[in-house]
């Protein structure tokens, strides 16, 4: 099974993404959770904005890497919205990355190198009419076009966090259809790493 290193959004580590997490060790995959907030939540995402601005993205960042330099190296990296940047930026740059899963967002490529890694498969998952993810749509159809082993889903609707079964945005049906896709995605990844 597979090592997963799943990062929260900018409400925090909230019950429903470690709800989330639990789907995944369900099924068999060890899955980190690693807190970038030091134990705070926010009610609401304009909440959790505020505070992420206080600190910095990068700030946000760093706090991710420095997570995963104790955990194994073989890892997929899953991001929560802003828990994309730390995900994102490990998938790209750590020696051993096995895949990336970016829900809710997209980063440009350039932001943290040349290109996307040879042998790293990823997948950029979104509703379609999610004004957050407007911003970011133009940087996931690169990202796939650019990357042979790179596919976008696109899901009805226009719920930023649907994902999250804590929060009103939740939206069960795209969730359920996510989390099947995640865990076929993982349970591949054996298969892609022989086929390559």
Partial sequence: MT???LFHHAQGLTPGVVAFADELRAVGHTV????????????????????VEQLGFGEITERGVRAAELLPQDAVYVGFSLGVLPAQKLAQTRAGARGA?????CIPVS????????RVPVQVHAKEADPFFAEDIDAARALV???????????????HLFTDNSLPSHDPDAA??????????LSML???????
């Fill in 32 to 51: 980190h959770t690693p807190d970038l907030f030091d134990g705070r939540t926010f009610d609401s995402l304009e909440e959790g904005q505020g505070y």
């Fill in 145 to 159: 076009s650019d990357c042979a082993d790179a596919e976008m889903f696109l899901y009805p609707g226009d719920q």
């Fill in 176 to 185: 359920k259809l996510l989390t099947q896709r995640t865990i076929e995605f």
């Fill in 3 to 5: 090592e997963v290193v």
């Fill in 101 to 105: 899963l970016l829900f809710h967002a």
């Fill in 111 to 118: 932001e943290f190198g040349a290109a996307w890694p040879n």
């Fill in 190 to 196: 054996g298969v892609w790493t022989h086929r390559k």
